[in-house]
């Protein structure tokens, strides 16, 4: 994630974590995971993972209409991934929430 400031994991040094998977959506929605995962397509395996909402970042700067996964270690060379999101969609100030299901792969550059 190079030198980003402020650090979205405090815990943890910045320049060791990877680079964040995200879904936004319209500036008026909140956004809510029942279930965030990042998982290498090969072996299965979940990557360590922090999930960042408005709820959870530490500086208070993220919009509750986005969320992120922000893996704990850089994601491998040439490695195809699969994004896996569950959760639901509710415009500011409404009770309404609309499921919202998505998936998609990719895959990282070689170093």
């Known amino acids: 994630m190079g030198q980003e400031s402020p650090n979205p994991v405090p815990a943890q040094d910045v320049l060791t974590l990877g680079t964040p998977v995200s879904i936004t959506v319209g500036e008026s929605g909140t956004i809510l995971a029942s279930s965030f995962i990042v998982r290498s397509h090969d072996a299965g395996v979940a990557v360590a993972s922090r999930t960042l909402t408005n709820e959870s970042d530490p500086n208070r700067l993220v919009p509750h209409s986005f969320i992120a996964l922000v893996p704990l270690a ?36 070689a170093r």
């Open 74 to 109: 850089p994601l491998a060379p040439a490695t195809r991934y699969d994004v896996v999101f569950s959760g639901s969609v509710a415009d500011l100030g409404s009770t309404t929430q609309r499921s919202l299901i998505r998936s998609w792969s990719f895959t990282t550059g």
